[in-house]
């Protein structure tokens, strides 16, 4: 079992950048495949981002490419999205999701703990 808890949102203009911070709970952070995804309103989830437990692997979602960087620090237990040049079609609620796994996972359905997520608004 995994909690999990996001923060770093907030409200910033278009070309601007946070960084979105997932605390975990639990002694075995290293074991877990972490992910970010968003969700705006009246859309369904979607991946962002994800890294293998160890970070040696990555994968982004291609509208965030060249953009969102996640990384993690398994001795703070935290997983990070840092994201530049934001515009408004990345307005959404984002949410952070942990699944024990060997790899990457992408898909949404393959998580199995999630975080309450944090609001990112941008405006033009």
């Known amino acids: 079992q995994v909690q999990l808890v996001e923060s770093g949102g907030g409200w910033v203009q278009a070309g601007g950048s946070l960084r979105l911070s997932c605390a975990a709970s639990?002694?075995?952070?290293?074991?877990?495949?972490m992910g970010w995804f968003r969700q705006a309103p009246g859309k369904e989830r979607e991946p962002v981002a994800a890294?293998?437990?160890?970070?040696?692997?990555?994968y982004y979602a291609d509208a965030v490419k060249g953009r969102f960087t996640i990384s993690r620090d398994n001795a703070k237990n935290t997983v990070y999205l840092k994201m530049n040049s934001l515009n408004p079609d990345d307005t959404a609620a984002y949410y952070c999701a942990a699944v024990a796994s060997n790899g990457l996972a992408t898909r949404t359905a393959a998580y199995e703990y999630w975080g309450q997520g944090t609001q990112v608004t941008v405006s033009s």
């Open positions: 639990g002694r075995t952070f290293s074991t877990y495949t």
């Open positions: 890294i293998s437990k160890y970070g040696s692997s990555t």
